[in-house]
């Protein structure tokens, strides 16, 4: 199986490193800009992970845009949802006849955008359940103890191309599964990262900081009632085992430092995936007939703090 992995940041080191030490890939290359090529020509992708173990690959494939051929049987995606079009652009060339582009990134509307790029039958569903981040010096830093993979058919076919995946991991030491109902998944992750994201953008605080306030755990189990609502009226129900036994205990946990990385984005003046996340849940609740005033605030936040991150005036810029 010949893999092009989609940059080589946090997520794509990650799991593309973890590729290459599973053993089980004939190929594993990196599509990137110069600047990371030449960071990985000189260091390789290095891994630290205090519980899935360190790993170095060196050297690694490496590819610039204009050096990408067709050929590959699987393209995997781990840009943010704001660089999606000149993602696409830039894998066009190596997506043939035979590759599936599997885009791991957050929420939904990146889906309908790759099937009319490329066709319904290239594109995957996937999910990553992971924390990492990529240090100044180039390295991978996987920090909590989540390092999962899920994927498969948007139609729920179990292909043998999703098996195929899933076997690609070989030896590594990542949880991998393949989902028949990938499309459920992905709108519960929407759920819970969308609640989390519009709980960070309005009060600027991780969730143990707003479940401390005086009805901080109502507010966001009413916010996370809404998301569920409008996965529900679309068709995509919350299990009960995800709701009652992940979400409620995670928004009710006064001692948590969880927080949306939005929030980090945002603290540090960077770019949101305001329309991808929090504007797509609120699309979602509208048509749901969902009371929309929430997640609407959280949207017009994030909306208005793009503008003045356009215009230079974030303090400190």
Request: hydrophobic share 45%.
């Given at each position: 199986m010949r893999i092009l992995v989609l940059g080589a940041g946090a997520l794509g080191g990650y799991f593309g490193g973890r590729l290459i030490e599973g053993g089980a890939v004939e190929e594993v290359a990196f599509l990137v800009?110069?600047?990371?090529?030449a960071k990985l020509e000189r260091d390789g992708i290095i891994i630290e992970s205090p519980t899935a173990g360190d790993f170095r690959a060196h050297p690694v494939r490496t590819l610039l845009q204009e050096e990408v051929s067709p050929g590959w049987d699987l393209v995997l995606m781990t840009c943010k949802a704001y660089d999606l079009e000149d993602a696409?652009?830039?894998?066009?060339?190596?997506?043939?006849?035979?590759?599936?582009?599997?885009?791991?990134?957050?929420?939904?509307?990146?889906?309908?955008?790759?099937?009319?790029a490329f066709g319904s039958g290239r594109v995957l569903g996937g999910l990553a359940y992971i924390s990492t981040t990529l240090t100044p010096a180039g390295v991978g830093r996987h920090l909590t103890a989540h390092n999962k993979l899920v994927f498969g058919e948007l139609d729920g076919r179990m292909?043998?191309?999703?098996?195929?995946?899933?076997?690609?991991?070989?030896?590594?030491?990542?949880?991998?599964?393949?989902?028949?109902?990938?499309?459920g998944q992905m709108w519960e992750k929407l759920v819970g990262l969308g609640t989390l994201a519009a709980a960070a953008v309005l009060m600027r605080?991780?969730?143990?900081?707003?479940?401390?306030?005086p009805g901080g755990v109502a507010w966001?189990?009413?916010?996370?009632?809404?998301?569920a609502a409008a996965a529900g009226g679309h068709g995509h129900p919350v299990r009960p085992a995800v709701l009652d036994g992940v979400f409620?205990?995670?928004?009710?946990?006064?001692?948590?430092?969880?927080?949306?990385?939005?929030?980090?984005?945002?603290e540090a003046g960077g770019r949101v995936e305001a329309d991808h996340i929090l504007g797509f849940l609120l699309g979602a609740v509208r048509r749901a007939g969902v009371p929309d005033e929430l997640h609407e605030a959280a949207y017009l936040h994030a909306k208005a703090y793009e503008n003045r991150r356009d215009a230079g005036c974030l303090p400190g810029l």
């Open positions: 800009r110069p600047g990371r090529k696409i652009e830039a894998i066009r060339p190596a997506v043939d006849g035979q590759t599936a582009v599997l885009p791991l990134l957050n929420g939904l509307s990146h889906v309908e955008r790759l099937e009319q292909s043998e191309r999703v098996l195929a995946l899933k076997a690609a991991f070989g030896r590594a030491p990542v949880e991998v599964e393949v989902a028949d109902d990938i499309q605080a991780n969730v143990g900081e707003i479940a401390r306030t966001m189990e009413r916010l996370l009632e809404r998301s409620r205990p995670m928004f009710r946990d006064a001692n948590s430092s969880l927080a949306a990385s939005m929030l980090r984005d945002l």
